[in-house]
């Protein structure tokens, strides 16, 4: 039994990190119209901490933000690395700053564990 836990233990410690804390993406994120980039955040499930859109970078509606895998799910174990994904569609042409944060939704006004912000500037759909 000690020799199988002992086996384990090593392969667990093997295995990838699933995404890093920050993400390489291309400065700034260059889209058209109706175009998806979409990027991997790590997360920790178990810890309280979520990703969350800083400000309403699609109140001019050039770009919509949408986070996925942001709430805690019963297949994750404490303490392990949970993939969330960050889409960023195109909307209208304009230039906009995406900021999302890596925070406890009930603490208010302590800084964030972690942030991205992403330029993004969005061009006509082809023709």
Not at 12 to 38: E, F, W
Not at 46 to 58: H, I, K, L, N
């Amino acid at each position: 039994m000690k020799t199988l836990r002992t086996f384990l233990l090593g392969a667990l410690a093997a295995l990838p990190v699933l995404a890093a804390d920050s993400v390489d993406v291309p400065a700034p994120v260059a889209l058209q119209v109706g175009q998806k980039c979409t990027m991997m955040l790590n997360s920790n499930a178990g810890t309280g901490y979520t990703w969350q859109v800083a400000e309403p970078a699609a109140s001019n509606k050039v770009v919509k933000v949408e986070l996925f895998g942001t709430s805690p799910d019963d297949s994750f174990c404490c303490g392990f690395p949970v993939p969330v994904t960050l889409t960023i569609t195109g909307q209208k042409p304009g230039k906009v700053l995406v900021r999302v944060v890596y925070v406890r939704p009930w603490e208010k006004g302590k800084a964030p564990a972690r942030e991205q912000s992403f330029s993004v500037t969005v061009s006509p759909a082809a023709k």
